[in-house]
Antibody, heavy 121, light 107 residues
Framework: QITLKESGPTLVKPTQTLTLTCTFSGFSLSTSGVSVGWIRQPPGEALEWLALLYWDDERRYSPTLKNRLTITKDTSKNQVVLTMTNMDPVDTATYYC?????????????WGQGTMVTVSS | DIQMTQSPSSLSASVGDRVTITCRTSQTISSYLNWYQHKPGKAPKLLIYGASSLQSGVPSRFSGSGSGTDFTLTISSLQPEDFATYYCQQSYSTPDTFGLGTKLEIK
C-alpha cells in the first residue's frame, strides 16, 4: 500500500521559515519515473503546484515562489522536505504532498491527507 | 506557464443526471490532462489520467476525452457520493497547473 503523510507546524509567524516533511511508504523515490511534489490550497481557493523532486534528484519550482522554496529528500528515511522562507498570511493553506508517476502520465496518483498551516502573529 | 480554463465554476445537478465539465489549455498538451475529485477535509483523488484513462478503482461512470487543448470529464449518472469539487491539471510541462475547479452541488 502506498501512503504519504505530511507533518509540520500548524501555526507559523510572519517572516518565519516553514518546514514541512512528507513521509512516504510503499514506493521508492529512486525508481525511474517517480517524483514527489508539493501542492497547496488556500481556504476557498484552487490547488497550486509548488515544487517537485524527481527520482534523479532534479528539482522544479513554481516560478512565482522559487526564490522562497527548497525541496530536498532523505532517501534513508523515505522523506521529502519542503522549506518555504519569509512566510506571509497569504501562505495560509492546506499543504499536500503527492506522488507523481510516469506510469500515469505524470499525474499525482497518490496524495497525503494534507496539513493545514496558518500564518499569523 | 500553461493556463487552464475550466468551466463551469459551479454546477447544480440531480442524482442520475449526466454532467460534463470542460477544461481548455492555453497551448497544446497532447493528452497530458488529468482530472481529480476533491471533497472537503479529504485528499484529492485522481480519477482520469492521460485525458481518458480511468485510474484503478474509479467507477466506470467517470470518463474523460479530448486531446490538444480541449478536454472533458463526463459523469454518466451522478451518484450521491459524486458531489464534490473537480479539478483538471496539465502534466505536460512544469510548472504543473490546475484549473480553478468545478463545484458540483445537489439540485
Amino acid at each position: 500500500q502506498i501512503t504519504l503523510k505530511e507533518s509540520g507546524p500548524t501555526l507559523v509567524k510572519p517572516t518565519q521559515t516553514l518546514t514541512l516533511t512528507c513521509t512516504f511508504s510503499g514506493f521508492s523515490l529512486s525508481t525511474s519515473g517517480v517524483s514527489v511534489g508539493w501542492i497547496r490550497q488556500p481556504p476557498g481557493e484552487a490547488l497550486e503546484w509548488l515544487a517537485l523532486l524527481y527520482w534523479d534528484d532534479e528539482r522544479r519550482y513554481s516560478p512565482t515562489l522559487k526564490n522562497r522554496l527548497t525541496i530536498t529528500k532523505d532517501t534513508s528515511k523515505n522523506q521529502v522536505v519542503l522549506t518555504m522562507t519569509n512566510m506571509d498570511p497569504v501562505d495560509t493553506a492546506t499543504y499536500y504532498c503527492a506522488r507523481k508517476s510516469m506510469v500515469t502520465k505524470n499525474a499525482f496518483d497518490i496524495w497525503g491527507q494534507g496539513t493545514m498551516v496558518t500564518v499569523s502573529s | 506557464d500553461i493556463q487552464m480554463t475550466q468551466s463551469p465554476s459551479s454546477l447544480s445537478a440531480s442524482v442520475g443526471d449526466r454532467v460534463t465539465i470542460t477544461c481548455r489549455t492555453s497551448q497544446t498538451i497532447s493528452s497530458y490532462l488529468n482530472w481529480y475529485q476533491h471533497k472537503p477535509g479529504k485528499a484529492p483523488k485522481l480519477l482520469i489520467y492521460g485525458a481518458s484513462s480511468l485510474q484503478s478503482g474509479v467507477p466506470s461512470r467517470f470518463s474523460g476525452s479530448g486531446s490538444g487543448t480541449d478536454f472533458t470529464l463526463t459523469i454518466s449518472s451522478l451518484q450521491p457520493e459524486d458531489f464534490a469539487t473537480y479539478y483538471c491539471q496539465q502534466s505536460y510541462s512544469t510548472p504543473d497547473t490546475f484549473g480553478l475547479g468545478t463545484k458540483l452541488e445537489i439540485k
